[in-house]
C-alpha cells in the first residue's frame, strides 16, 4: 500500500485523513487531524479528531440537551457518560456528530464514509452510546469543518494539508495527543523533521 501524500485532485476524498502542515494559519486547524466524510461537487465535510472540548463530557452534553432525563438514572452507563467531546470544527459548533464503527447503523440516520467507519448525527445515537448499547468504537463532536466546492482541492494544492487514507485506529484507538504524530507517522514522516523544515525555500 503507498501511503505516502498526495494531492486527489478531481478524486474523492471520503473517506482521507487530512493532517494540518506545522504551518497552519488558521489556528483553529493547528496541529489539526480531520476525518473526510463526505466529498462531493458541492463541497466538503469533515470532523477534527484529536481537540478535545475542556470540561465536556458526554454527561454535560446530554444535560445540556435534556436528554438525560427522559434515560432514566438507571439506564445510563457511568463509564460512558465520561466520554470526552471533541471540537469537531468551527461549523455549526451547537450541533452533535458522532463517529463510530459500523456495528451501530441507522438506514435513515447514518452515513457510511468507509467500511469501518460510520457518521451519525442525531440523539438516538447519543442516547446508545450514554446506556453503553452503542457502537463498540464512537467519537463525540461537536461542531464540523466544511469547504466549500474546490476550497479543500486549492488548500491541498497549497500545501497546507498532507492526505493519506483513514486508519480507524488513529480515529478511535490512541490518545488525543498522540493522534498527529501517529498520522504523520503513518505516511513515513518524522515530525520533529517535518517541523523543522517547514516554511524554508
Known amino acids: 500500500m503507498n501511503d505516502k501524500p498526495s494531492v486527489l485532485l478531481g478524486s474523492n476524498l471520503q473517506g482521507q485523513l487530512l493532517i494540518a502542515m506545522p504551518d497552519m ?9 480531520v476525518q473526510i466524510c463526505a466529498h462531493s461537487d458541492e463541497g466538503t465535510m469533515g470532523l477534527i479528531v484529536n481537540k478535545r472540548i475542556d470540561d465536556l463530557d458526554l454527561d454535560s452534553l446530554l444535560d445540556q440537551i435534556d436528554l438525560t432525563d427522559s434515560m432514566g438514572d438507571g439506564d445510563v452507563s457511568a463509564e460512558s457518560l465520561r466520554r470526552p ?7 455549526e459548533a451547537n450541533c452533535g ?6 456495528d451501530y447503523f441507522s438506514k435513515e440516520a447514518t452515513l457510511k464514509v468507509i467500511d469501518s467507519i460510520c457518521l451519525t448525527a442525531t440523539t438516538d445515537i447519543l442516547a446508545a452510546v450514554a446506556t453503553g448499547e452503542g457502537p463498540h468504537h464512537a467519537l463525540v463532536a461537536l461542531g464540523y469543518a466544511g469547504w466549500s466546492p474546490g476550497q479543500l482541492e486549492g488548500e491541498l494544492a497549497a500545501n497546507a494539508w498532507l492526505n493519506c487514507p483513514t486508519d480507524p485506529d488513529i480515529v478511535f484507538a490512541i490518545d488525543d495527543d498522540a493522534k498527529y504524530d501517529k498520522a504523520l507517522s503513518k505516511l513515513g514522516i518524522d515530525p520533529s523533521h517535518l517541523v523543522s523544515t517547514a516554511g524554508r525555500a
Open 25 to 33: 494559519t488558521d489556528p483553529r486547524f493547528h496541529r489539526s487531524v
Open 85 to 91: 467531546v471533541h471540537n469537531g470544527g468551527p461549523v
Open 97 to 102: 456528530f458522532v463517529l463510530h464503527s459500523p
